[in-house]
């Protein structure tokens, strides 16, 4: 994951010591704390507050010190707790990392090569990938279609969520679904916290719809890792991975299409 500011790790370290007791699997803080560990430190805020809270979240990892203190076999993350307040809560998988071990699909790549070429980062790129190829469909087996980027709205409990596109999808039974994406590019990992929103979006916004949320993930060379993701007892888990590469159509063999005939779905 990726290093974040000193500033950062000193202000998140004070915040979870000052509230933290021995044997805890929770530990709830506020945005104010934030601000008021900053002047003790006579550190200087960053102008979105909300973005040190997002950083160790999504992008970087907690000081050690912090990292020390989560129970046996457990990892923290940062669970929203309502308007402005947190909650480092300790769970047995934090990230969700593609496996290297697992098999790959060649799937002819139909990205139009304008959009490839004008692509402003990772994970816009990423998203525009899955649309055109219709990686959500091959990947899941239903007719998906997409409704929104960058669905931004308040849930209930948890304040304000994002997911980075719905879709939709239809079934041949006629059952119809909602497809919460999450895509990552370059050294960012997908958290559990954000299935864990998504979920909840689902069943805010979409309650009558069946919520199957993927996760996406850029393995490099036009390789692209997707999960889908399920709640069970012990928390967010993995139902299904696949890795699908992007090539030229003539890259696709007939030797590669009799292996994927006799692959189990």
């Known amino acids: 994951m990726s290093r974040l500011p000193n500033r950062y790790t000193q202000i998140i370290e004070r915040v979870f010591l000052a509230r933290y007791e021995e044997g805890a699997h ?28 997002y950083s160790f979240r999504y992008r970087g990892a907690l000081p050690e010190s912090v990292r020390a203190r989560a129970p046996e076999g457990r990892e923290w993350i940062i669970r929203p707790a309502g308007r402005s307040r947190y909650r480092f809560v300790a769970v047995a998988m934090a990230t969700i990392a593609p496996n290297e071990m697992l098999a790959e699909t060649k799937v002819p790549d ?127 888990v993995i139902v299904s991975e696949k890795h699908y590469r992007l090539v030229p159509p003539e890259e696709v063999r007939p030797e590669d299409l009799d292996t994927y005939r006799t692959r189990p779905l």
């Open 26 to 53: 929770e530990v709830e803080f506020e945005r104010d704390d934030i601000v008021h560990v900053a002047a003790e430190l006579g550190i200087r805020l960053p102008k979105n507050l909300g973005d040190l809270v």
């Open 110 to 236: 139909a990205t139009p090569g304008v959009i490839a070429m004008y692509a402003l980062n990772d994970e816009q790129a990423l998203l525009a990938k899955l649309r055109y190829n219709r990686l959500i469909d091959v990947f899941t087996g239903v007719t998906c279609y997409s409704l929104q980027s960058h669905l931004r709205t308040a849930v209930p409990n948890l304040g304000q969520v994002e997911t980075d596109e719905i879709y939709i999808g239809l079934d041949r039974r006629g059952a119809h679904y909602v497809f919460p994406v999450q895509a990552k590019g370059g050294n960012d990992r997908l958290s559990v916290v954000q299935i864990e929103q998504d979920f909840a979006l689902c069943a805010a916004k979409f309650p009558s719809l069946i919520c199957r949320p993927i996760g996406a993930q850029f393995m490099g060379d036009e390789l692209i890792a997707l999960f889908e993701l399920e709640r069970s007892e012990a928390g967010v």
